[in-house]
């Protein structure tokens, strides 16, 4: 399983961060149980009444999303134009039976959607008709996954909160025994505070992260459904691969040389 490195990386900032602001007082301070449980526990009690169990579960699988770069990237996308335009070529030589058996020895079928899409292609819909299952496979795929995203930035909505209700438990346990402290209130204090702090770390480096990457992730994996469909209506239609190509291009954020593509030279690296 491949990692993001860039996340690790800012996940290693944010502790190193953290940990110098803390250098100078003791760890311990900082940890404690009833403190994570009020809101850890809280955000996903909340969370859970505010939605479906099971796609609370799901969101919490796409936490994953933190750590794994996204499958689909501008590179992905320029083979499959590729693909497609091959594909363009043997339906201009073959027809749709060598269309089928070049969907058949495709690699990129093990996709769910391409998958779909395929089978759609091979039942011999109009293109208007095709057009119409394909994009809302690509639209219900896409509010389905926008779930994840809103339960992930509602539970770095609850985690603060749960933060605050922590200190407001902690303040009210320190003041009904103010008599018994004698004016040491220092501790009982800190012990008060560290959920608002677990409450601010929660939603700044685990739930709102999270939730922007998938965000970023649906996005891309969106583009790319709209340009694989119509990839699939321009077959549909018999274009030319040369039209074909041009026109799956336009989804692509770095386009590249057809003349090089021809003459089998690298395409040259994109400025960062």
Known sequence: MKVSIASILGIGIALA??????????????????????VFGGTLAATMIAFEGREVIHALKGMRELLIPSRIDDQTMMDEVQIVVGWGKINAREGKLGLEKAFEESQIKDDAFLNH??????????ADNLRTKIETYVSNYY???????????SMGTFSPAFGMIGTLVGLVGMLSQLD?????IGAPMAVALITTFYGAVAQQLIFKPAAQRCEAKNKVLLT???????????LTSNKSSMEIEDHLNSFLQRKPDRRRADSGEPAPVAAA
């Open 17 to 38: 961060a953290i940990g110098f602001a803390l250098k100078d007082y003791d760890p311990s301070f900082f940890i404690n149980g009833q403190a994570a449980l009020i």
């Open 117 to 126: 899409s395929m089978e759609l292609f091979k039942a011999g819909y109009s």
């Open 143 to 153: 509010e389905r996954e926008k779930k994840t995203v809103e339960i992930l930035a």
């Open 180 to 184: 018994q402290l004698n004016g040491n």
């Open 224 to 234: 790319r459904n709209l340009m694989m469909t119509e990839a699939f209506l321009l």
